[in-house]
């Protein structure tokens, strides 16, 4: 089973303990939402694209509202078992869902007060590690200082650079990758000039 097929499972359970109208860590949706955002995105080629694309925002929003009505365990079925035979995720699901089924995990995870970061083991760590190292440019595109992502194990990536102040983010891979995919429930240290590292904490980090 790939960390990918884990973490889905995980999520459905996390959603399925935490209740529909459960909040997230995803802006105003609860946990329902999510789900139906998970559908959309895998289920509705017609819709997904507005995931991305402003101009089909309009048509995603109203398909999802809809998908959301669906009874809590039909959800819950729709994301357990994932991208039917006939689409474009189901060949690639090891590599094109890794990030959302952890991230949104976690979503899940820490939109309830008292969490803590799971402990992953190494093997799963590297994988996330690769991941945010490859993205980081993108998410941190904005910075308008240098910042490099640091691991506690050593291990080093630039994610901008530029010829002012620098920052350093300091975690796990798995709290970094949280972090560049715009999320502030995480245990990272800082490193750097108060001002530096304020502005590089309020960055709009969406991919």
């Not at 017609?46 to 009874?71: F, N, W």
């Not at 002012?164 to 990272?188: I, K, N, Q, Y």
């Amino acid at each position: 089973m790939s960390m990918a097929q884990r973490e889905r499972a995980a999520l459905v359970e996390a959603m399925r303990q935490a209740g529909p109208d459960a909040g997230t860590l995803c802006g105003t949706w609860t946990v329902r939402d999510l789900a139906a955002h998970l559908i959309v995105r895998e289920r509705r080629p017609d819709a997904a694209p507005g995931i991305l694309l402003k101009p089909l925002a309009g048509h995603l929003d109203s398909v999802q509202e809809k998908t959301a009505r669906k009874p809590f365990d039909e959800l819950l079925e729709l994301v357990r078992t994932g991208p039917p035979w006939w689409s474009p995720l189901k060949p690639v699901d090891a590599i094109a869902n890794l990030s959302e089924m952890f991230v949104h995990h976690e979503d899940v995870r820490r939109g309830a007060p008292g969490w803590e970061p799971r402990e992953l083991p190494a093997a799963d760590e590297t994988k996330l590690w690769n991941m945010v190292s490859r993205m980081a440019k993108m998410s941190y595109r904005k910075s308008p200082v240098t910042l490099v992502l640091r691991t506690p194990d050593g291990r080093s990536a630039a994610a901008k650079t530029t010829s002012g102040p620098e920052v350093t983010l300091t975690g796990t891979p798995s709290e970094l990758l949280l972090h560049a995919f715009g999320r502030d429930e995480v245990r990272v240290e800082t490193t750097g000039e108060p001002d530096a590292v304020r502005a590089v904490l309020e960055l709009d980090r969406s991919v």
